[in-house]
């Protein structure tokens, strides 16, 4: 069973980079091979570029998503970075994103690692499918991020907003999308500002959590079965939205 | 009247590009004085970097936001392209991000210009300030951008979710968190396969949205005051939840 941790902070000794090494020695013990793709270390390029096509569709028009399309039906479409982390992320039953949430969100080279390697006509879209029929379906996928706020801050009634709302994006819109089942994110609220036993509480916290992981039941979303597409993908009457995103109600 | 357009998209004749330039065409016939960030015209580094800071001050240790909260005490703390956005921001009364929305949120390119340009100790934080008190408080900023998808996808019943969960990371975690006035945002949806009347009436509409902009109301945030610091930050009691990030239920 492979798991690829892709991490992202520019510090090594950083908690972040603390809560990476726990995750590889904790998943290693249990018997998982383990890849990191430490974004920083790696030099990863965030951006999209003409270059990631070795032999563009459309040379008048950049338009990102039709290229990975056309590359995917190539024998080598895309450039080596990239294909490099298809093939981590295809060996991988579990993902995990690894990064300090910034700006209710990833860091731009982590934002930049989805918008580059989750290429459509490889991962999405087209023959693949989204959502409940994407690729990486029956696959397990989670976020792991430490914030500078405390818990409360991100709860129903905090400044930030519930968490769920806060984490829509990434969990639905990023890992749901493309099929996997999400596991519930785990949040390292404010280490730079604990103290050494704190800190240490937390990567021990982090470590039960992937140990328990064949034990822990994964969010709910709707499947794809439950929306009409000719009626631009909204719930089929009868189906009560459950979700923070699908309320059904204004 | 200063405004600023941050514009992100690597094709000049994109819908996005056409939009960054029918808002300049608008809001000039209106009077603005307009300036715009071209991320990738500009080549604009996305990536945090200790270059960034010209006197950091732990050279051992590398956390960003504190040598943000440092370097804003000193004249010249930051690098030049980081100063100039600086300077861009701080000129305008009105900001527009112009993006295509990739994975429920903005580009890499545009992630990276907020988390290296929206600087701990100049736009929030320690005595500046955050949210109904940050620095760019009494300024307007809204999102404009584009999408595959249609609407309903995005309505309280629509499988990508609703719009305002959709968007609370950028409204509420990025923009009302340093003050701004958030303005509804302007969705264009599906210009990729649209006929030229469908762009056409959308470009006329976003010309409208701009034309209108000083009858527009306000999105709805509670303000600071209506938490408590004390209680980490949440709701003080008696006052009932009113946005999607804060509902106060669970």
Same mark, same amino acid.
């Given at each position: 069973?492979?798991?690829l941790i892709v991490y992202a902070h520019p510090?090594?000794?950083?908690?972040?980079?603390?809560? !990476?090494?726990? $995750?590889?020695?904790?998943?290693?013990?249990?018997?998982? @091979?383990?890849?990191?793709?430490?974004?920083?270390?790696?030099?990863?390029?965030?951006?999209?570029? %003409?270059?990631?096509?070795?032999?563009?569709?459309?040379?008048?028009? &950049? !338009?990102?998503?039709?290229?990975?399309?056309?590359? $995917?039906?190539?024998?080598?479409?895309?450039?080596?970075?990239?294909?490099?982390?298809?093939?981590?992320?295809?060996? +991988?039953?579990?993902?995990?994103?690894? &990064?300090?949430?910034?700006?209710?969100?990833?860091?731009?080279? /982590?934002?930049?690692?989805?918008?580059?390697?989750?290429?459509?006509?490889?991962?999405?879209?087209?023959?693949?499918?989204? =959502?409940?029929?994407?690729?990486?379906?029956?696959?397990?996928?989670?976020?792991?991020?430490?914030?500078?706020?405390?818990?409360?801050? =991100?709860?129903?009634?905090? /400044?930030?907003?519930?968490?769920?709302?806060?984490?829509?994006?990434?969990?639905?819109?990023?890992?749901?999308? @493309?099929?996997?089942?999400? /596991?519930?994110?785990?949040?390292?609220?404010?280490? +730079?500002?604990?103290?050494?036993?704190?800190?240490?509480?937390?990567?021990?916290?982090?470590?039960? %959590?992937?140990?328990?992981?064949?034990? #822990?039941?994964?969010?709910?979303?709707?499947?794809?079965?439950?929306?009409?597409?000719? $009626?631009?993908?909204?719930?089929?009457?009868?189906? !009560?939205?459950?979700?923070?995103?699908? #309320?059904? #109600?204004?």
């Amino acid at each position: 069973m492979h798991a690829l941790i892709v991490y992202a902070h520019p510090e090594p000794r950083s908690f972040n980079g603390a809560m !990476k090494d726990r $995750a590889v020695a904790t998943l290693e013990s249990m018997g998982w @091979v383990v890849e990191v793709s430490d974004l920083h270390a790696m030099s990863f390029d965030p951006l999209p570029r %003409r270059t990631d096509f070795a032999d563009p569709e459309n040379a008048d028009f &950049f !338009k990102y998503q039709a290229e990975q399309a056309h590359a $995917a039906t190539l024998e080598n479409g895309f450039a080596p970075d990239i294909r490099a982390e298809l093939d981590k992320l295809l060996r +991988a039953e579990l993902l995990i994103l690894q &990064f300090p949430l910034w700006w209710f969100s990833v860091p731009a080279i /982590l934002k930049g690692w989805v918008d580059r390697v989750f290429a459509m006509g490889v991962i999405y879209g087209g023959d693949v499918g989204f =959502y409940s029929r994407g690729r990486l379906r029956g696959r397990r996928a989670m976020l792991a991020f430490t914030t500078g706020g405390p818990p409360e801050m =991100y709860g129903t009634t905090g /400044l930030n907003g519930r968490v769920d709302v806060v984490l829509w994006p990434l969990q639905n819109g990023v890992l749901n999308f @493309v099929g996997y089942d999400v /596991l519930p994110h785990f949040h390292a609220p404010g280490p +730079a500002r604990a103290d050494d036993a704190t800190r240490a509480a937390m990567l021990d916290a982090w470590g039960h %959590r992937l140990r328990e992981i064949d034990r #822990t039941p994964k969010l709910e979303f709707h499947p794809l079965d439950d929306f009409d597409a000719e $009626a631009g993908w909204t719930l089929k009457p009868g189906i !009560k939205g459950r979700t923070v995103g699908q #309320t059904g #109600t204004g």
